[in-house]
């Protein structure tokens, strides 16, 4: 009896925490029309001189990614306890809401965990913030960018405990650094101190967004050794 009540009071709780979340979602794009988010679904609907950088790792943070900064042992980049590690490609389809940022993908190689959609599926990922209005301008919010189509990706998650009631699946990054690399022998340049002059749809060539070559040469490490660990493949 006690086990069925409290069955009961979890499963309200999770619809509650569902209904809340979908109305936030609704309240957001309905105040924010002016902006343009609530029309952006795609990357394809970025348009360019919409979207400014909001931040870019900067030398006051060069710590955090030299070895004085890094964790100990093997997951220095906290990406070991992921439950699923896949290859994936995204569809470009965005889901933005006030607080998270969705990025649609398809399953093509499952590396670790059983927890994703089959191969060929499609899921969500879903990371703090992304587009944001501030002052009647979008900005973007995250270090790392999006991931775009014509690129595959290596991707650390976590399945979202709301799978069960949600009708998409739905993964949460294991970390906010290097939740996602993309696959390839290409490597990110140096921003520009005046950072906030570069318009989004120039950064396509950006994982992740530095003015200080100290951080900009630790990511492309971190991101190399990743893929030299996770996935290697000659490239071609």
Same mark, same amino acid.
């Given at each position: 009896?006690?086990?069925?009540?409290?069955?009961?009071?979890?499963?309200?709780?999770?619809?509650?925490?569902?209904?809340?979340?979908?109305?936030?979602?609704?309240?957001?794009?309905?105040?924010?029309?002016?902006?343009?988010?609530?029309?952006?679904?795609?990357?394809?609907?970025?348009?360019?001189?919409?979207?400014? #950088?909001?931040?870019?790792?900067?030398?006051?943070?060069?710590?955090?990614?030299?070895?004085?900064?890094?964790? %100990?042992?093997?997951?220095?980049?906290?990406?070991? %306890?992921?439950?699923?590690?896949?290859?994936?490609?995204?569809?470009?389809? #965005?889901?933005?809401?006030?607080?998270?940022?969705?990025?649609?993908?398809?399953?093509?190689?499952?590396?670790?965990?059983?927890?994703?959609?089959?191969?060929?599926?499609?899921?969500?990922?879903?990371?703090?913030?992304?587009?944001?209005?501030?002052?009647?301008?979008?900005?973007?919010?995250?270090?790392?960018?999006?991931?775009?189509?014509?690129?595959?990706?290596?991707?650390?998650?976590?399945?979202?405990?709301?799978?069960?009631?949600?009708?998409?699946?739905?993964?949460?990054?294991?970390?906010?650094?290097?939740?996602?690399?993309?696959?390839?022998?290409?490597?990110?340049?140096? #921003?520009?101190?005046?950072?906030?002059?570069?318009?989004?749809?120039?950064?396509?060539?950006?994982?992740?967004?530095?003015?200080?070559?100290?951080?900009?040469?630790?990511?492309?490490?971190?991101?190399?050794?990743? #893929?030299?660990?996770?996935?290697?493949?000659?490239?071609?």
């Amino acid at each position: 009896m006690l086990k069925r009540i409290l069955d009961y009071i979890y499963g309200a709780f999770i619809a509650l925490l569902i209904i809340t979340t979908v109305v936030i979602g609704i309240i957001f794009r309905i105040n924010t029309p002016n902006c343009g988010i609530s029309d952006m679904k795609s990357i394809a609907d970025i348009q360019p001189g919409t979207i400014i #950088l909001n931040y870019a790792w900067n030398k006051s943070e060069e710590r955090r990614f030299t070895s004085a900064g890094l964790n %100990e042992g093997n997951d220095k980049y906290g990406v070991d %306890e992921a439950q699923v590690i896949a290859v994936v490609s995204p569809t470009g389809s #965005l889901d933005q809401t006030e607080s998270s940022i969705g990025q649609e993908f398809v399953v093509k190689e499952i590396l670790k965990g059983n927890e994703i959609a089959d191969i060929g599926e499609t899921a969500y990922i879903y990371q703090n913030f992304g587009f944001y209005p501030i002052e009647g301008k979008i900005e973007y919010m995250n270090i790392i960018n999006l991931m775009y189509t014509g690129n595959d990706y290596l991707l650390f998650v976590n399945p979202s405990p709301l799978n069960e009631y949600l009708e998409e699946n739905v993964y949460l990054l294991q970390s906010e650094d290097f939740g996602y690399i993309k696959i390839g022998p290409q490597e990110t340049q140096t #921003l520009d101190s005046n950072f906030r002059n570069y318009d989004f749809t120039e950064l396509q060539d950006y994982e992740f967004f530095s003015i200080t070559d100290t951080v900009t040469e630790a990511l492309n490490n971190a991101r190399a050794e990743l #893929l030299d660990k996770y996935y290697y493949k000659e490239w071609q």
